[in-house]
């Protein structure tokens, strides 16, 4: 066994900061309270109901993870966030129409006292949004300092011990890097100067890494995933992790493209659609968040299939991925894959799925992890890019000498070894050999 990680105890509340407090937030949060009160299951989150394996199998030692790891008990999480609309989280959670009433019903006095603060928010970001309960200031860094000043309000308000931050919002307009991202003294005199490639997320970002507050990114913006936030995170000793929620179509995906990679198959085009009715449809029906939408989406495939190394199976298949606006959907989203694929001999086959998935009942399990484990890893003294949270993202960051990792179970193993070297565990390769001997 390997020198188990100091690791400070949960002591006291963990707060949980939500940009963007609509759909996917306030199912989270109700789910959370429905949880406490007994009213429902955690299913999905692998914080509170998945299990880790340590050393060999006939040890038979295997305890849920929330009792291998000391993590936040979910009596614990006091919440608060921002958003564009001055209604109470009650009020959102009934227009998103995500939880049936009755449910929503039993949390309403937990959901109407949350209310969110004005948001930092520019149209130009988000072109099919207007905000109406938006901040003021004279340039980004006031920004800035204004949600720094709500974070110790709220840590004041609530004596909360740790703080977590989870962007909720969103997707914002394709930024590519530039110079003012390069560097944290570049990007503060960006804020400064209200420069055009610092976007709202952005603010969150560093207003977040500035207050100590670790900081993970569930849409597909650029936001914490530059060398300038990167480089403000280490600084301060924080962990980061992002981007874009692996929900619907994608986790589709990290799950059936590595299944046949690893049997050989060829894959001559995978077409991708989806048709969703809620905010975030109508926010991608603009091109450009489509655009932000869409890199997230198609840089899977050519990462788990590596085309390079199989070029005989996967060179130059063709990858298309298209979103709909339909407003009567609302948050059930329906994902439609035509897999064109190929086998012995180069005889071809399809596959088809039609996946009629709720977008916020899958994304809630994860934002709950993201908290957990991005506090863990705060009082584990990780800091910087969490890799070992692929598992969560469409668009994993990762180090900038090395490729990401979309292999759902690739993921996984990542994370779980990630979990076994903090307690001093032997990490599971799998191999076999002892049994050998």
């Not at 064109?340 to 799925?353: A, E, N, S, T, V």
């Amino acid at each position: 066994m390997s020198k188990e990680v100091l690791i400070q105890e949960p002591k006291g509340k963990l707060g949980v900061l939500l940009p963007g407090m609509g759909a996917v937030a306030t199912t989270f949060m109700a789910g959370v309270e429905a949880v406490r009160r007994g009213l429902g299951q955690p299913i999905g989150s692998l914080t509170q109901m998945g299990t880790i394996r340590l050393g060999k199998r006939t040890e038979k030692r295997v305890p849920t993870i929330r009792q291998f790891v000391p993590l936040a008990p979910l009596d614990d999480l006091v919440f608060a966030g921002w958003d564009i609309r001055d209604e109470n989280c009650y009020q959102t959670a009934l227009q998103g129409g995500v939880l049936e009433g009755r449910l929503l019903e039993q949390v309403r006095d937990f959901l109407e006292g949350v209310r969110p603060m004005p948001a930092v928010f520019d149209q130009h970001y988000v072109r099919r949004l207007e905000g109406t309960h938006v901040k003021k200031g004279q340039n980004k860094l006031e920004l800035a300092q204004r949600l720094q000043e709500d974070i110790e309000n709220f840590r004041a308000r609530t004596g909360v011990s740790r703080t977590v931050m989870v962007w909720c919002g969103s997707t914002e307009i394709f930024l590519k890097p530039q110079d003012v991202h390069q560097s944290l003294e570049n990007f503060e005199c960006g804020l400064k100067e209200n420069h055009p490639a610092i976007a709202p997320s952005m603010i969150y970002a560093y207003a977040a890494l500035k207050s100590g507050v670790p900081f993970a990114n569930g849409a597909p913006n650029l936001t914490v995933d530059i060398p300038a936030l990167v480089e403000l995170a280490k600084q301060n000793s924080l962990p980061i992790a992002g981007k874009d929620f692996k929900t619907g179509q994608t986790l589709m995906k990290t799950i059936i493209a590595p299944g046949l990679k690893a049997r050989l198959i060829g894959l001559s085009g995978w077409f991708s659609t989806n048709i969703l009715g809620n905010r975030d449809g109508e926010v991608l029906d603009d091109p450009e968040s489509f655009r932000t939408k869409e890199e997230s989406k198609l840089s899977v495939l050519e990462h788990i299939l590596q085309p390079s190394l199989y070029p005989d199976l996967y060179k130059g298949f063709h990858h298309q991925v298209r979103i709909n606006y339909y407003p009567p959907r609302g948050d059930n989203k329906e994902g439609w894959d035509n897999i064109d694929i190929f086998g012995w001999l180069g005889y071809p086959m399809q596959i088809k799925i039609d996946f009629l998935c709720r977008d916020s009942i899958l994304a809630a399990p994860i934002v709950l992890d993201l908290v957990l484990f991005l506090d863990l890893a705060q009082r584990a003294g990780m800091r910087g890019i969490q890799e070992w949270l692929s598992f969560y993202f469409k668009s994993p960051m990762c180090a900038p000498t090395v490729y990401p990792e979309h292999d759902l179970f690739i993921q996984l193993m990542k994370l779980k070894n990630t979990l076994r070297y903090l307690r001093g565990e032997e990490l599971i390769t799998h191999l076999g050999l002892e049994y050998y001997d």
